[in-house]
């Protein structure tokens, strides 16, 4: 290995070799030796695979971070062996210490393995092309030629060519040296040339450029915040963290970080798939409409699937939609206790949807509503409904109600989606006298005992003919603040550029060596390859027939003394 | 109006048939070059007996030079005085090649009928993947004579496709939101290159291990030496080299499909990246192909070590294509199947 090679760890393959020797039995003997092993090629290989291989569960186990709903549900059928296998992490594999610990040795063995790599070969792209070797002959890719010259000055011919040679391989991007010497038997002429260092500066970009990625996702998270905020059609959002229903913040997102900016959402639009198509009743071209006021300026936008809507350096996505009913509950003096355009969670792709109505105050009692909204619905033959399109083709609300204490005000957190009918007395529907209540949008039904009444408002606009506008719907939007994203991008292609460099790009040495005898030239190519290198020797014919090409043309002849 | 996707399946069938034809025409050839490579083996064995004890048998070691002629003109021809002619390989890849024309109609076809790229769902990836895997490989065979990979590519081709034919089916429906992406047209695409250079790479590292197999065993003089058309390919340390010129393609796409699919879940899901289960398991064939790169490129794993590497890469390819797509959930759920 000359000074000009690239630095290897000691088992690469055109590494020193066998360095990693039984270590003086002292203790910084000890910490050399495990540096060495931590920075070998081999162990980097293990490490590989078993990131690798410890990948593989979070694929198989549902994961917090993905899918949280899938652990509830994976909790619920395994309630045994659950809590071993998260006291594995196997739920948060990514974020697992013993995850994490493959990584982070993964990377110092990288960065241990990587800088005194740099070092090295800034000081190879200062350095010269080697020495000719004195018996080119030897080299496995070698081309030899005679030339006649009738000069008596073989002398001045061979230097010629070289002189020739030397243009020659600048031109195609090699770095070269001349070295010309007095042998015994006549002079002789050569030039060295080597080219292929961004193979080296490739690698190193590429391996850096992880470590890039790494800190930026790191980092990164840090900084980013995440919102998810439900909005029915005619309702405003306002970019604060009261408004939000969950937020998730990065350690340093202060509580003034959210940029002032409101949205409204004007209408969502949804296209059905025709009836009888392919794919009939399928939804698509989801457009949230909205109204964006920022500096008090206000604008018109929309949210769209694949399409996120830039405000203030957020992204706003739009994650899901529904329908929002509107409902009006009273009390038996005919007041209005409750009136809430409430949105309720699609169970399937008909948009069979499930809702809760929390009356907590205006009744004897607190009134907790179960109801499914169909918005399609279709009797089934055992008399229960179903949905058979997305669209308000016929929509119906059915209800069941309870009366007793919601537990609102324990102080426990209660999701708004779900209610606990343990504690409660139904008085509509399963388990009570009354059937249950169905609804279609403009109707009303009485409570039993007087109780009062519920309404299903119709939300047509004036003149409508047909159910399609009669119930409001909402988007689900979810706000991204992550300004890394653009720097992990930015490492990750410096990575592939990297790569592209450090695969393709060939590293060789080429000579060309010309020696004078009694009316004759012998000129002597040779290639050598420094790694991966399949077109070194149509490279060396190349620079031999080139070579003749240029000796022979008449100009290089013209311009002789 | 004649139905296009009907016409698509036909051809896509046609084209399975004719791939099977292929395969049959390329196990004959291998079948026929152990006949070849028996030949000069006596051939050999009488020069030898001629010449006396001492002589070499000539080019008993495979053509080791970078010369990409040098793989078709093996020792065995050049012995029996006449370069043999492998019809049967020849009827093979011209059956490849009619296959492939009729599956580029079915593709087409079914591209053309849907009114979008046709690689939207796991029939469509299926169809497009293999297209490109016999394209690649007709294609490279234009500059080196691969066609001992032949039975590998057409059996393969014959049983993905027909798989995805006769269970993966649906018939053409109206794209779903998140696919309605550019990077479909782009991420999809090169994913799909990407496999087809793993493909290639896993057959050469299969051989690369029979015949680093065989080579060991004529060093030991042993009796059996393995299947004799392996003395009619490159040496193991050739095959090696092809394998990895295959795989290094294949890594540059895969960590462009890698980074393509990041900058689309940014946009569709609302983050670069989430560990769902398709997203965890591209990344662990990345990490599997970067783990084969730095093998070959260290003592003691370079040769077999990292061929198995190789073939373990693309093992985890063909599952993430399949039983991912299918089993599995998550969010990549576009196989169309429910
Ligand atoms: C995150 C972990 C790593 C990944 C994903 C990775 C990936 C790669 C890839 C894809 C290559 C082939 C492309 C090229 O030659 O530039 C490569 C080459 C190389 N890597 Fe890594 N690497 C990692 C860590 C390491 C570590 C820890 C070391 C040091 C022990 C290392 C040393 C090398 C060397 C010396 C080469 C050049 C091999 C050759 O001569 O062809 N890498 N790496």
């Known amino acids: 290995m000359t000074s000009s090679d690239p630095l290897r760890p000691s088992d690469h393959i055109d590494g020193d070799g066998g360095s990693i020797a039984q270590p003086r039995l002292d203790f910084v003997g000890w910490l050399r030796w495990g540096w060495r092993q931590l920075t070998s090629m081999r162990t980097a290989i293990i490490l590989l695979l078993v990131l690798a291989i410890a990948a593989i569960p979070g694929s198989i186990f549902p994961q ?12 619920t059928d395994n309630p045994d062996l659950f809590p071993v296998l998260d006291a594995m992490d196997l739920f948060d594999v990514y974020l697992s210490p013993w995850f994490s610990a493959i990584y982070l040795l993964l990377f110092i063995s990288l960065v241990g393995c990587v800088v005194p790599r740099i070092k090295h070969h800034i000081k190879a792209l200062q350095s010269r092309p080697p020495r000719t070797p004195a018996r080119l002959k030897r080299l496995e890719d070698f081309r030899e030629t005679v030339r006649e010259t009738t000069d008596a000055d073989a002398d001045a011919e061979a230097s010629r060519s070289i002189d020739i040679a030397q243009k020659q391989l600048k031109a195609l991007g090699y770095r070269v040296e001349r070295y010309d010497t007095a042998a015994t038997s006549g002079r002789t002429y050569s030039v060295s040339a080597e080219r292929g260092y961004w193979r080296e500066t490739g690698n190193l970009i590429f391996h850096l450029a992880l470590v890039g990625v790494l800190i930026s996702v790191g980092l990164g998270g840090s900084f980013a915040y995440t919102g998810q905020r439900v909005v029915v059609e005619g309702q405003t959002f306002v970019n604060t ?14 509580d003034d970080a959210l940029s002032p900016y409101s949205m409204t959402l004007d209408s969502f639009d949804v296209t059905y798939q025709e009836y009888g198509s392919a794919a009939s009743g399928q939804a698509g071209d989801f457009s949230a409409n909205v109204t964006v006021r920022e500096n008090g300026e206000s604008r018109e936008d929309a949210v769209r699937v694949n399409h996120p809507l830039d405000i203030a350096g957020d992204k706003i996505y739009l994650l899901g939609n529904g329908y929002a009913p509107t409902i009006t509950v009273r009390n038996s003096d005919g007041d209005v206790v409750y009136s809430n355009s409430v949105p309720f969670l699609p169970q399937d792709n008909a948009l069979t949807s499930l809702g809760v109505i929390k009356v907590t105050d205006g009744m004897p009692e607190q009134l907790g509503i179960a109801a499914f909204f169909y918005p399609s619905a279709a009797k089934l033959e055992n008399g229960a409904y179903a949905s058979a399109h997305g669209d308000l083709l016929a929509p119906l609300l059915t209800l069941r109600v309870y009366e007793g204490d919601l537990g609102i005000d324990e102080g426990t957190p209660k999701s708004v989606y779900v209610l606990d009918t343990e504690e409660l007395t139904p008085i509509v529907g399963d388990g009570s006298d009354a059937p249950s209540i169905e609804l279609q949008p403009g109707e009303s039904a009485d409570l039993p005992d007087g ?48 790569l592209m460099l450090a695969l393709f790009i060939p590293r060789r040495r080429m000579w060309v060596k010309a020696t004078a005898a009694d009316g004759e030239v012998r000129l002597e190519y040779a290639g050598l390859a420094r790694g991966e290198d399949p077109t070194l020797k149509a490279a060396v014919n190349d620079l031999a027939d080139g070579h003749a090409r240029l000796l022979d043309a008449p100009s290089s002849r013209t311009t002789r003394k | 109006m004649p139905d296009l996707d009907s016409l ?8 399975i048939a004719i791939y099977a034809a292929a395969f049959v025409a390329y196990a004959f050839d291998l079948a026929r070059r152990s006949e070849v490579s028996a030949d000069a083996r006596l051939v050999r064995e009488r020069d030898a007996m001629l010449v006396g004890a001492g002589a070499p048998a000539a080019g008993s070691g495979a053509p080791s030079g970078a010369d990409a002629a040098d793989a078709a003109s093996d020792p065995a021809a050049s012995d029996l005085q006449k370069r043999p002619r492998y019809v049967m390989a020849r009827i093979g890849t011209a059956l490849t090649v009619l296959g492939f024309l009729f599956q580029l109609a079915a593709t087409i076809t079914r591209g053309i009928a849907a009114e979008r790229v046709p690689w939207a769902n796991l029939y469509e990836f299926a169809m497009t993947g293999t297209l490109l895997v016999v394209f690649v490989y007709l294609l490279v065979n234009t500059r080196i004579d691969l066609r001992f990979l032949g039975t590998f590519i057409t059996g393969l081709v014959v049983i993905l496709m027909g798989a995805a034919a006769i269970s993966f089916y649906v018939g053409i429906v109206p794209l779903m939101d998140p696919l309605k992406s550019v990077w479909l047209v ?9 496999t087809a250079f793993f493909a290639l790479a896993c057959a050469l590292s299969v051989l690369q291990l029979m015949q680093s197999r065989r080579e060991r065993k004529i060093v030991e003089a042993a009796e059996k030496q393995g299947p004799r058309f392996l003395a009619t390919l490159p040496d193991a340390d050739r095959l090696e080299g092809m394998a990895f010129r295959f795989a290094i393609v294949g890594f540059i796409f895969w960590t462009f499909t890698l980074i393509a699919g990041a900058i ?7 983050r670069y990246w989430g560990f769902d289960v398709k997203e965890t398991w591209t990344f662990i064939i990345w990490v599997l192909y970067a783990g084969y790169l730095h093998a070959r490129a260290t003592r003691g794993w370079r040769g077999n070590p990292s061929a198995w590497l190789s073939i373990v890469g693309f093992t985890a390819v063909i599952f993430n294509f399949t039983i991912v797509n299918v089993f599995f959930k998550g969010l990549h759920a576009y196989s169309g199947l429910s």
Do not use: C
Request: without cysteine.
């Open chain 1, 64 to 75: 917090r971070m993905a899918d949280p709903n899938g652990v509830t549900q994976w909790q």
């Open chain 1, 241 to 254: 963290l009261l408004d939000y229903e969950s937020m998730n913040r990065g350690r340093f997102v202060g």
């Open chain 1, 451 to 498: 109780r009062g009444s519920i309404t299903f408002e119709d939300e047509s606009p004036a003149g409508a003919v047909d159910f399609t506008q009669s119930v409001k719907r909402f988007a689900s939007l979810q706000v991204h603040h992550d300004q890394s994203a653009v720097w992990v991008l930015v490492f990750a292609l410096s990575a592939l550029g990297g």
């Open chain 2, 8 to 15: 698509s399946i036909l051809f896509i069938w046609t084209a």
């Open chain 2, 186 to 194: 782009i991420h999809v695409f090169v994913a799909s290159l990407g």
């Open chain 2, 264 to 270: 689309w879940a940014q946009d569709a899901w609302g």
